[in-house]
T-cell receptor, first 111, second 116 residues
């Protein structure tokens, strides 16, 4: 099954800086979603971008989608220590309640 | 609080034990899922239920047996597990697929399983 692949795998930044993560996938998608996971906890949905959308914003989050390159990016602006978490992209390739997740990006924001 | 509750949060079992993981959602969703999260690996979809009917079994070994008695409850029965089955098991729920789009998943906090 298709999987998203995040890049880079681990990121360490200072509080206030921006964090950017990328995700690539292999086949056509209906939508792409980003999730966050704090250590040892469940995943929390952040944002969903449909295949006919190119950019979406939610608070300090900005997601872009380039279907021609089969890639997406997640930008967190003005990072905070509380943003320390793992971030996953997930692709919906055919509905049927099937999301394929990547391995995740670990982001550490240093106060 | 996501509206999806998993119990127990931690479970240690021997390879010959039989145990069950429980998931309950209070969101009025009709789709429920089991995912397995192992270190250094992507989340693996195990089972999907839509309106209590199993619609996905992602080649999961028979030592994992799901049960969905109603749209709010989902169980994962465990029997004769192996040490490599140790992982975080995540339950999620969502509205059923709308058209061709799978929507947002709401996850529980997970059940950390250790098989000795």
């Amino acid at each position: 099954s298709q999987q998203g692949e995040e890049d880079p795998q681990a990121l360490s930044i200072q509080e206030g800086e921006n964090a950017t993560m990328n995700c690539s996938y292999k086949t056509s998608i209906n939508n792409l979603q980003w999730y966050r996971q704090n250590s040892g906890r469940g995943l929390v949905h952040l944002i969903l971008i449909r295949s006919n959308e190119r950019e979406k914003h939610s608070g300090r989050l900005r997601v872009t989608l380039d279907t021609s390159k089969k890639s997406s990016s997640l930008l967190i602006t003005a990072s905070r220590a509380a943003d320390t978490a793992s971030y996953f992209c997930a692709t919906d390739a055919g509905g049927n309640n099937r999301l394929a997740f990547g391995k995740g990006n670990q982001v550490v924001v240093i106060p | 609080e996501t509206g999806v509750t998993q119990t127990p949060r931690h479970l240690v079992m021997g390879m010959t034990n039989k145990k069950s993981l429980k998931c309950e959602q209070h969101l009025g969703h009709n789709a429920m899922y089991w995912y397995k999260q192992s270190a250094k690996k992507p989340l693996e979809l195990m089972f999907v239920y839509n309106f209590k009917e199993q619609t996905e079994n992602n080649s999961v070994p028979s030592r994992f047996s799901p049960e969905c008695p109603n749209s709010s409850h989902l169980f994962l029965h465990l029997h004769t597990l192996q040490p490599e089955d140790s992982a975080l098991y995540l339950c999620a729920s969502s509205h059923p697929t709308s058209g061709t789009n799978t929507g947002e998943l709401f996850f529980g906090e997970g059940s950390r399983l250790t098989v000795l």
